[in-house]
């Protein structure tokens, strides 16, 4: 039997929307609100009433609540794919229209559509085709392919932060721009979203963190691929090309970064912001000021390797190695900006002292997280098509999956390692890949770190988080069995409720929404 409706009282317009993100593990209290939801509701034409919505990390969608007739979009990245397919068939066989979108669909229409029963796929951006493809199912006449193609940041939707439920999630999640000029060789944001940065207009952030304070939440993070989409060098290169409409579009859009920043500083100082960014901004003093005073307290930065060999795997020349890097490193914290140092093992010029040395430099550089991942060939990706090509067509099936489509494995057989290395065996990337989260997340080392933040509540705050982080990223996604990583899921739900309620803060409905730095200077004839 249908579920009973909370916001019923439409029967003249029966098809009800709902929004689900997948997930396999679900904590009860989330840390980031999954932005593609919030956005993809704000796109949903007020006719069809506000859209259901499921995200899976808090809690398992019930299918009873889907009818015939009414729309399921599904939003999937490469790993939570698999759940999501799951989830298309069983709205599939309720007879609700399936819609796929997100990045690994728009990477695999013809997935979707087999494997998650999808009627249509959008590929791209969903912000202004949403409607389109609604209407068309209204029609009982969807397309099976959409293109939502990439739009230009002043057509980018305000997420409807007015959706959310209650007592959730810790943090918050804003676009400020989207696409990355770099090229990674493991990243597939400059393949998909594009290398032309579409920032989105100062005005809309604003009021969407404005909206967010106003509804209790001080902590941020602001969800870009690169919150540093032109660098020195970029403007550098261009003077040097003398190629003045280049250096006149990066100035405008550094302009706009710094206008973005200033009027971050003019809200409410418990406000918290986090992004991710690259480590040339370190070359930037102005730029990591600029962040401070806006209170972006901390980044993700992806520091890859620490070596030279390391960084040419993954075509990052860009960033430092050796003793350089821990000198950019520290800038940053020099600058009040606190680092989540993003590191890759498992990489072919890796070698069994590369693990100390990462964990040494880590350290020794102060970073205040880090997280250590082991390289997985994401579709989309260089990395991926030289895998594809030359080890995964090769190799034998994995559950009768093959091992190109590693994402179709079910979760228990799934191997931990992909990419073959010329020296180490799997087990051993993954075995010293988990003492390095276990050495670096130690309670001596935290504690040790924790002196980064004042006071006794701050430093237990800041013990609670480090071992909420690592219970979510390292015990979940480098587990070798199931039952290890339900273990660790529920350790992250019992950890994660007291968290959530160091973040909250009251509610402050009046706030505004600063003026622009221009208008809010006193004009005096
Ligand atoms: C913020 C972020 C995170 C946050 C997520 C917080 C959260 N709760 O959402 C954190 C830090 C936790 C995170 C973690 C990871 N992330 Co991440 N993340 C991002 C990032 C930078 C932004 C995502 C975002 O919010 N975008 C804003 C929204 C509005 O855009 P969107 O999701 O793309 O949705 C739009 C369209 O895709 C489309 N759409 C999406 N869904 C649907 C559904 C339907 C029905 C329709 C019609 C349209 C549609 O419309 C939306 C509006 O335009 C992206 C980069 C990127 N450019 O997407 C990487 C990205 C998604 N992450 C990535 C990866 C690899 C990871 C990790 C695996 C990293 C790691 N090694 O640990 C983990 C995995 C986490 C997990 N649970 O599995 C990859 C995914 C690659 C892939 N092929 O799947 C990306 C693309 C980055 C990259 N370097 O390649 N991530
Ligand atoms: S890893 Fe970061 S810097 Fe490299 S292309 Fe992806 S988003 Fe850009």
Known sequence: ???????????????????????????????????????????????????????????????????????????????????????????????????????????????????????????????????????????????????????????????????????????????????????????????????????????????????????????????????????????????????????????????????????????????????????????????LDAMRNARIRGALIGVEAVTPEGLKDVYKDFNASGEQLVERLQTFRRHGLHVLGSFIFGLPSDRPATFDATLDLAQRAGVTFAQFVMLTPFPGTVDFKKWEDTTAKKAAPVGGIPLARHWLIPQALRPKVYVPHPVMEAEEIRARTQQVWDRFYSMGSIWRRSSCVPGLRGRLAFIFISKLYRQMYANTGIATDSARVSKAARWAALLARPCRHLFTADPMPELAVPMPAEAAVPHHA
């Open 1 to 287: 039997m249908r579920a009973a409706w909370p916001t019923s009282g439409r029967e003249d317009f029966p098809l009800r929307v709902h929004l689900v993100n997948p997930s396999h593990l679900s904590f009860g209290v989330a840390v980031i609100t999954p932005r593609w939801l919030y956005v993809l509701a704000a796109a949903t034409p007020a006719a069809y009433g506000d859209p259901a919505i499921t995200d899976e990390t808090l809690t398992v969608l019930d299918v009873n609540t889907i009818g015939a007739g009414d729309v399921v979009g599904i939003g999937i990245h490469t790993g939570n794919a698999l759940r999501g397919y799951e989830l298309g068939r069983a709205a599939r066989e309720r007879g609700a229209w399936v819609v796929f979108g997100g990045i690994h669909a728009t990477l695999y229409p013809e997935e979707a559509r087999e494997l998650g029963q999808a009627h249509a796929v959008v590929r791209g951006d969903g912000d202004v085709i949403w409607s389109q493809v609604l209407d068309d199912c209204r029609a009982a006449a969807p397309r099976p392919q959409y293109e939502g193609g990439r739009i230009e940041g002043e057509q980018f939707l305000r997420a409807r932060w007015d959706l959310l439920p209650k007592d959730s999630y810790m943090w918050g999640s804003v676009q400020t721009v989207r696409g990355c000029p770099k090229h990674c060789s493991f990243c597939s944001v400059w393949r998909t979203d594009g290398q032309k940065p579409r920032p989105r207009t100062v005005d809309a952030v604003l009021q969407e963190v404005v909206d967010l304070r106003r509804r209790g939440y001080r902590f941020i993070a602001l969800a870009d691929d690169n919150f540093y989409p032109v660098s020195l060098t970029d403007l550098r290169l261009a003077e040097a090309q003398g190629n003045t409409a280049r250096v006149a579009t990066l100035q405008a859009i550094r302009s706009e970064r710094f206008e973005l920043m200033r009027r971050l500083a003019q809200l409410p100082s418990d406000l918290v912001f986090f992004t991710q960014i690259t480590m040339e901004s370190a070359e930037d003093p102005e730029f």
